[in-house]
């Protein structure tokens, strides 16, 4: 059995909003782009017809596979009883040897936004802060190397 799928209770709205978004505006404006496409007579050399059936199936497919993670997610409140340390939902702050402040939050697979410092707690940076106490120092071990992080902030929300 894999790992449970774990979400926040912002990214399982986010899911929830893209589906709602998907079947209720995107969906059936496609659909009239492809009846009105239709109405144009031959349908096997027009564009317009077949790419919006083309786009259909994308809908479609998008829409399953958001059903599925929804159906198959666990979310995950943000813990309050331990403040000091690490779980899953958690806002990481850590330096490196050299000062560099970094700040990391901890998240499903469905919720990624490295941009934004949004990692996985599956991934290998997640699961070395996962369970860590503040001004623990973490030993992480990077393709350039090995670096020591040190745990200087924990918030959760």
């Known amino acids: 059995m894999s790992d449970p799928n774990y979400i926040t209770p912002v990214g399982a709205r986010r899911l929830q909003d893209e589906l709602t978004t998907l079947r209720t505006k995107i969906r059936p404006k496609v659909v009239q782009e492809v009846a009105d496409a239709a109405a144009q007579g031959d349908r096997s050399e027009n564009a317009e017809y077949i790419y919006g059936k083309k786009r259909l199936r994308e809908i479609d497919r998008r829409m399953h596979f958001l059903v599925k993670r929804l159906e198959d997610a666990v979310v995950v409140e943000p ?28 998240v ?38 090995e670096v020591d992080l040190t745990i200087v902030a924990i918030r959760y929300g």
Not at 115 to 129: F, K, T, V, Y
Request: hydrophobic content about 35%; charged content about 35%.
């Open 79 to 106: 813990r309050t009883d331990a403040p000091n340390q690490v779980f899953f939902g958690a806002w990481v702050t850590v330096e490196d040897e050299d000062g560099v402040r970094s700040e990391y939050r901890l």
């Open 108 to 145: 499903g697979a469905d919720e990624l936004d490295v941009d934004h410092g949004d990692i996985s707690w599956r991934s290998p940076l997640g699961r070395a802060l996962l369970k860590r106490k503040l001004d623990d120092v973490v030993v992480f071990h990077r393709p350039s190397g």
